[in-house]
């Protein structure tokens, strides 16, 4: 079975300060592991993801997330926040072929910067 | 590729009346999802297809609740005799790779 933990469903950060948003997976097998975000009345758009390959995961908007397989996370930080990045995010696993692909999501954690 | 739609954007009904929500997922993608969100949680799996096969569903989707995607393009999600509870909103979502998903805008629901 997979169940993801993100700690923290509000976090606030000043303009241009780093951005650490964390998220916990459990996995019976090796697991897919997905960043999105989403903006008040839309759907999920993918900022980036992790499928067995590197380890240290570049995505857009200049957020990176790097697995850890002993601590069971993988955390998503940005060096310095943008007022644009004021949104939910949510971190998913997914137990790839052995499930079917489906997902399944955190809480999500609601981003605020301060200007 | 003009992404993942559905319709209706919003829908409001009264308890007891029957919805349906359509989703167009990107052309060629053989997989597609379906999710609910409620209000502060993240998405809940509810049901996926392989081309037109529903290959499985969650304990979510109880009884009124049923899931086609006759050609293998579109899908529907139909709810009969809605509740209250059943207000969220329903995400779809499509892929070709199986391991990264592309989602629609949603569909809120809000059952009076």
């Known amino acids: 079975a997979q169940s993801v933990t993100q700690l923290g469903s509000h976090v606030s950060v000043s303009e241009g300060a780093l951005v650490l948003l964390r998220c916990n997976y459990s996995s019976s097998v090796p697991p897919y592991l997905f960043w999105y975000v989403q903006y008040p009345n839309q759907g999920l758009q993918l900022l980036l993801k992790?499928?067995?390959?590197?380890?240290l995961v570049k995505g857009i908007n200049g957020f990176e997330a790097e697995f850890k397989k002993s601590e069971t996370s993988f955390h998503l930080t940005k060096p310095s926040a943008h007022m644009s990045d004021a949104a939910e995010y949510f971190c998913a696993v997914s137990p790839g072929s052995y499930g079917g692909y489906k997902y399944i999501f955190g809480t999500g954690t609601r981003l605020k910067v301060l200007a | 590729d003009t992404g993942v739609s559905q319709n209706p954007r919003h829908k409001i009904t009264k308890r007891g009346q029957n919805v349906t929500f359509r989703c167009d997922p990107i052309?060629?993608?053989?997989?597609l999802y379906w999710y609910r969100q409620t209000l502060g949680q993240g998405p809940e799996f509810l049901t996926y297809f392989q081309n037109e096969a529903q290959l499985e569903k969650s304990r979510l989707l109880s009884d009124r609740f049923s899931a086609e995607r006759p050609k293998g393009s579109f899908s529907t999600l139909e709810i009969q005799r809605t509740e209250q509870g059943d207000s969220a909103m329903y995400l779809c979502a499509s892929s070709s790779d199986g391991d990264t998903q592309y989602f629609g805008p949603g569909t809120r629901l809000t059952v009076l």
């Open positions: 052309s060629e993608h053989n997989r």
């Open positions: 992790y499928t067995s390959a590197a380890t």
